[in-house]
Every structure is written in structure tokens, then in C-alpha cells.
């Protein structure tokens, strides 16, 4: 009985001496210090931003030029890649072969207008005899059925000088409107084939065009802005072309295609520039950028104090000596900015440096803010 009283004693001390060593340990833990971090302020400031489009120029007036009569090619009157006026002669077909047919059509009339003359004055006085009873009836059915067999040749006859002088015409290829004429595809003495042979390809320059595509969901705000006159200001429409450069005209909107196409969802939309200098080119390819009915004044921070989570966005908001973890929808990047469409308010004080370390919650320390840090004093 004594021997197992012993064990327990033995036991117990054992206990009491685990719990001894145990307590100052755990009452010892270190505490985290608060993270150092820099912090800007979200204010509201002006937001001007453009969505961009890619796009193509397109010439508003551009003919392909090619022959409606057959024949070699006997006189080019341009200077290649130069502006042409409207009806400016630019090639001439061999001309002798419609020339002697529209002669021979000329004289056809003058000998189809003499036999009707001949024939309507026989008309008219066996018209007069036979109120006399002068004539056998017959005689007049005779005289009035020349008649109008010389008044059919005649019309036929004036037919064929009018299609004559038509070929005659289209021997001689003339600028339809004034532009600027590509390289000829064709040289003197080539044989040219109606409707067939391209001779060579004119384009007007000024004003002229940018097409690009648009979302169905979208037709609705470029409809709007054509109804106030094409563009909302100065800045509505602005092009840059391949080479990186801003042109400096304004654009209008012009058109808006009839239709969409059911195969993608989108439709045309053709905005016109004025190119007093030629620097667009027809085909050329460029980037529109169309300005966002967004744009105004809005609330912007630093594009740096965003992270990303699954596809979500968060700032950290410092309040006191506690970092809050926000969620923000976002807005256009401005360059090294970025516009905050919700989320946090103006006046809220964004960590911009430091929360790499952080979690929502957690102790900070407010340092310089990185605004102020190492940057040059402006002038």
C-alpha cells in the first residue's frame, strides 16, 4: 500500500515540473514590429484617356482605270505619281479607226436626213392632190409609208453617230476626278483589251479617310457623337501612324456602316481627316485613338500600390497604425498612374511601398511618403 502511494507522489511532481518549464517560455514570445511603409494620398485630378483602334486609310474617291474600246495605246499625257485635274486626258487609244467611223456615221445622217426631207415634202403634196381627188389613194399610201421608213432610218442613223461618238470618246481616257495617278501599268504601243486591261489607278488625297471596326455594343456611342456633328471637340479622334508619330489634324466621323457583320458582332465606322500635306497615304496602316466618354475628373494613385490576387485587385489603405486591404475596381492606366473607378475614397492614404509584407491588418509605421522620396526638386 505505501509502495503505490509512492508512484503517484512521483507522478504528480513529474507534472508540476513539465508546467514549470513550459510557462516562462510561452510568456516570453517575441512580438512582430510594425512594417515601415510609404504612403500617398488618393486625390482626384483630371483623366483624359483614349481607347485605341487599329485602322486602315482609305482614299474617299479611287478608280481603277481601264479601256472600254480596243486598240495600242498611242499617247500617255501624265507624269507618274503626280496630281491629275478632272479631265485631264492620261492615255489615248489608237483614235484613226472610231475617227472614220464617226465621219462615215455624220455622213449616214446627212444622207438619211436628205431622204426624209425628200420624202415628207412627197408626202405633203400628194397629201394636197388627193384632197382634190387628184391621185389614186394608193399613191399617198405609198408617199406616207416612205415617209416613215426615211423618219426610222434617220432616227437609226443618229443612233449609231451618238454610239460612235461614244467610242470615239472612250479612246481618249480622262481623269474623273482630281487626284493623285499611281504608276501605269500599261506603256505606249500595248494593246489595250475592253474592261479587262488595268491601265492604271487614281485616288483623291484630301480630304480623306480611316476605317476600323467596332462592337455592335458600341454603335450607340459613335452614333452619338455623329449626331453632334462628328466629333465632341478637337481632341475626339486622334491618329497615329505607323511610324509612331501624332498627326496633327482632327477627325470627324463620316460614316457608320449600314450593317453588321453576323460573323463577328462588328461594324465599319469610316472617320474622315483633312491631308493638306499627303502624309496619309491610301492603305496605309495606323492606330485611332477614339477618347473615352470616361474621361474627366477622377480619383488616381500610383500604379505600384496595386497588387493582384486571382485575377482581383486590392490596395492597402493605411488607417492609423493598421493596413486595410481594399478591393478596387480599375480604371485606364495613365502611364505610371492608374484611374480608380471604386473602392477607396479621395482622401484615403495608399501604401505605395512596403506591402509586399503585409496582410490585412496588419501593424505599419508610416515613413516618408514616396512622394517625397528622392525626387528632384522641379523648376
Same mark, same amino acid.
Given at each position: 500500500?505505501?509502495?503505490?502511494?509512492?508512484?503517484?507522489?512521483?507522478?504528480?511532481?513529474?507534472?508540476?515540473?513539465?508546467?514549470?518549464?513550459?510557462?516562462?517560455?510561452?510568456?516570453?514570445?517575441?512580438?512582430?514590429?510594425?512594417?515601415?511603409?510609404?504612403?500617398?494620398?488618393?486625390?482626384?485630378?483630371?483623366?483624359?484617356?483614349?481607347?485605341?483602334?487599329? !485602322?486602315?486609310?482609305?482614299? %474617299?474617291?479611287? $478608280?481603277?482605270?481601264?479601256?472600254?474600246?480596243?486598240?495600242?495605246?498611242?499617247?500617255?499625257?501624265?507624269?507618274?505619281?503626280?496630281?491629275?485635274?478632272?479631265?485631264?486626258?492620261?492615255?489615248?487609244?489608237?483614235?484613226?479607226?472610231?475617227? &472614220?467611223?464617226?465621219?462615215? !456615221?455624220?455622213?449616214?445622217? @446627212?444622207?438619211?436626213?436628205?431622204?426624209?426631207?425628200? /420624202?415628207?415634202?412627197?408626202?405633203?403634196?400628194?397629201?394636197?392632190? &388627193?384632197?382634190? #381627188?387628184?391621185?389614186?389613194?394608193?399613191?399617198?399610201?405609198?408617199?406616207?409609208?416612205?415617209?416613215?421608213?426615211?423618219?426610222?432610218?434617220?432616227?437609226?442613223?443618229?443612233?449609231? %453617230?451618238?454610239a460612235v461618238r461614244t467610242?470615239?470618246?472612250?479612246?481618249?481616257?480622262?481623269?474623273?476626278?482630281? +487626284?493623285?495617278?499611281?504608276?501605269?501599268?500599261?506603256?505606249?504601243?500595248?494593246?489595250?483589251?475592253?474592261?479587262?486591261? %488595268?491601265?492604271?489607278?487614281?485616288?483623291?488625297?484630301?480630304?480623306? &479617310?480611316?476605317?476600323?471596326?467596332?462592337?455592335?455594343?458600341?454603335?450607340?456611342?459613335? @452614333?452619338?457623337?455623329?449626331?453632334?456633328?462628328? !466629333?465632341?471637340?478637337?481632341?475626339?479622334?486622334?491618329?497615329?501612324?505607323?511610324?509612331?508619330?501624332?498627326y496633327v489634324h482632327a +477627325?470627324?466621323?463620316?460614316?457608320?456602316?449600314?450593317?453588321?457583320?453576323?460573323?463577328?458582332?462588328?461594324?465599319?465606322?469610316?472617320?474622315?481627316?483633312?491631308?493638306?500635306?499627303?502624309?496619309?497615304?491610301?492603305? =496605309?496602316?495606323?492606330?485611332?485613338?477614339?477618347?473615352?466618354?470616361?474621361?474627366? #475628373?477622377?480619383?488616381?494613385?500610383?500604379?505600384?500600390?496595386?497588387?493582384?490576387?486571382?485575377?482581383?485587385?486590392? $490596395?492597402?489603405? /493605411?488607417?492609423?497604425?493598421?493596413?486595410?486591404?481594399?478591393?478596387?475596381?480599375?480604371?485606364?492606366?495613365?502611364?505610371?498612374?492608374?484611374?480608380? =473607378?471604386?473602392?477607396?475614397? @479621395?482622401?484615403?492614404?495608399?501604401?505605395?511601398?512596403?506591402?509586399?509584407? %503585409?496582410?490585412?491588418?496588419?501593424?505599419?509605421?508610416?515613413?516618408?511618403?514616396? !512622394?517625397?522620396? +528622392?525626387?528632384?526638386?522641379?523648376?
Amino acid at each position: 500500500m505505501k509502495k503505490m502511494n509512492h508512484i503517484v507522489l512521483i507522478s504528480a511532481a513529474g507534472v508540476l515540473g513539465f508546467s514549470a518549464c513550459n510557462g516562462p517560455a510561452q510568456k516570453g514570445a517575441p512580438v512582430m514590429p510594425p512594417t515601415p511603409v510609404n504612403i500617398t494620398e488618393a486625390s482626384v485630378a483630371p483623366a483624359v484617356y483614349y481607347d485605341r483602334y487599329p !485602322a486602315t486609310v482609305v482614299a %474617299l474617291n479611287h $478608280v481603277e482605270l481601264r479601256s472600254q474600246v480596243s486598240g495600242f495605246i498611242t499617247g500617255i499625257f501624265f507624269k507618274e505619281g503626280e496630281v491629275v485635274q478632272k479631265g485631264k486626258p492620261l492615255y489615248e487609244i489608237d483614235r484613226r479607226k472610231y475617227e &472614220a467611223a464617226f465621219h462615215q !456615221a455624220e455622213a449616214n445622217i @446627212a444622207s438619211a436626213r436628205a431622204n426624209y426631207n425628200k /420624202a415628207k415634202k412627197d408626202d405633203e403634196r400628194y397629201k394636197r392632190l &388627193a384632197e382634190q #381627188d387628184a391621185i389614186a389613194r394608193q399613191i399617198l399610201d405609198n408617199a406616207e409609208a416612205a415617209l416613215e421608213t426615211n423618219r426610222s432610218q434617220l432616227a437609226a442613223a443618229e443612233a449609231n %453617230l451618238a454610239a460612235v461618238r461614244t467610242d470615239l470618246d472612250y479612246s481618249l481616257i480622262k481623269a474623273p476626278f482630281t +487626284g493623285r495617278i499611281g504608276i501605269s501599268q500599261v506603256r505606249l504601243g500595248s494593246q489595250v483589251t475592253p474592261g479587262t486591261t %488595268l491601265l492604271n489607278t487614281i485616288s483623291s488625297e484630301n480630304p480623306i &479617310a480611316v476605317d476600323f471596326v467596332i462592337n455592335e455594343s458600341d454603335i450607340s456611342r459613335f @452614333a452619338d457623337i455623329q449626331s453632334k456633328g462628328g !466629333a465632341v471637340n478637337d481632341t475626339t479622334f486622334r491618329l497615329q501612324t505607323s511610324d509612331g508619330s501624332e498627326y496633327v489634324h482632327a +477627325g470627324k466621323i463620316l460614316a457608320i456602316d449600314r450593317g453588321v457583320d453576323n460573323q463577328t458582332g462588328t461594324i465599319r465606322v469610316r472617320i474622315e481627316f483633312n491631308n493638306p500635306d499627303d502624309k496619309l497615304k491610301d492603305g =496605309m496602316s495606323c492606330v485611332l485613338n477614339v477618347l473615352n466618354s470616361q474621361s474627366g #475628373d477622377r480619383l488616381i494613385i500610383p500604379y505600384k500600390a496595386i497588387t493582384e490576387q486571382m485575377g482581383e485587385y486590392f $490596395v492597402f489603405v /493605411a488607417k492609423d497604425s493598421i493596413a486595410a486591404q481594399q478591393k478596387v475596381h480599375l480604371g485606364p492606366k495613365l502611364r505610371d498612374r492608374v484611374v480608380i =473607378m471604386d473602392g477607396i475614397q @479621395a482622401g484615403d492614404k495608399i501604401i505605395t511601398e512596403g506591402f509586399q509584407r %503585409l496582410r490585412d491588418g496588419g501593424r505599419i509605421q508610416i515613413g516618408i511618403p514616396a !512622394a517625397q522620396q +528622392g525626387e528632384p526638386v522641379k523648376k
